[in-house]
């Protein structure tokens, strides 16, 4: 089974669009933490955000926010007035602390057109 | 902030030969390292998780003989892609968990293979 869902596949907006980029997880372990990486075409993976089991706080860093839904283990990511340079693959990531496991989802594929 | 540094970026060899790639942490102690790999337009599949002074773990279905991987110091895991075949050409991540209190993971740069 998939430990972390990414639905979407690829996206394509125009910019200044919204656009939420979906992501589900599945876990046994009581303790865990939650990420999003942005990886653009040069490959590297950039850290946006992490957020650990027990804070369900949703938070917002400039244009971007998340959402955690802990009752769905849920984890979206908004991005609001899309750019073209958010062009990049996104992953939602999981991190299993007490069985000492790192997941990515498949990715989802975000295109913002001028 | 925590580094890692991985080399080469890219490589190019010939099939048959063997390959290796150097993860180093810059400014921590990396007590355990992660390698990745990612084909194209898909997801990184974790490929080992390798422990300073001890044997790598190996994720199922990725060949130990193939991929030799070796944490011989806190600051320096390697993999030695064994005779290499077109294959085995992919992209290729490592990350080390800077762990504390902050919990988190840094990236390599990511190396892309590419056997002939």
């Known amino acids: 089974a998939q430990k972390v869902t990414q639905a979407q596949t690829e996206i394509s907006v125009v910019e200044k669009e919204d656009v939420t980029l979906d992501c589900v997880y599945e876990?046994?372990?009581?303790?865990?933490?939650l990420f999003w990486y942005k990886q653009p075409p040069s490959g590297e993976l950039v850290f946006l955000i992490r957020?650990?089991?027990?804070?369900?706080q949703n938070e917002i860093s400039g244009r971007y926010s998340w959402n955690f839904q802990k009752s769905t283990s849920s984890f979206n990511f908004t991005i609001t007035a899309s750019q073209v340079v958010d062009s990049a693959v996104y992953f939602c990531?999981?991190?299993?602390?007490?069985?000492?496991?790192?997941?990515f989802g498949s990715g989802t594929k975000l295109n913002v057109k001028p | 902030g925590a580094v890692v540094s991985q080399h080469p970026s890219r490589v190019i060899c010939k099939s048959g030969t063997s390959v290796k790639i150097e993860c180093r942490s810059l400014?921590?102690?990396?007590?355990?390292m992660f390698w990745y790999r990612q084909f194209p337009k898909q997801s990184l599949m974790l490929m080992a998780t390798?422990?300073?002074?001890?044997?790598?773990?190996?994720e199922q279905g990725v060949e130990k003989d193939k991929f030799l991987i070796n944490h011989a110091s806190l600051t320096l895991s390697t993999l030695t892609v064994t005779s290499a075949h077109p294959e085995d050409s992919s992209f290729y991540i490592c990350?080390?968990?800077?762990?504390?209190?902050?919990?988190?993971?840094?990236f390599g740069s990511g190396t892309r293979l590419t056997v002939v």
């Open positions: 990350s080390a968990r800077t762990g504390g209190a902050s919990r988190g993971y840094t």
């Open positions: 876990t046994r372990d009581t303790t865990y933490y």
């Open positions: 957020r650990n089991s027990f804070d369900e």
């Open positions: 990531a999981l991190d299993e602390i007490n069985f000492n496991k790192f997941y």
């Open positions: 400014d921590f102690q990396a007590t355990t």
């Open positions: 390798s422990n300073e002074g001890s044997k790598a773990t190996y």
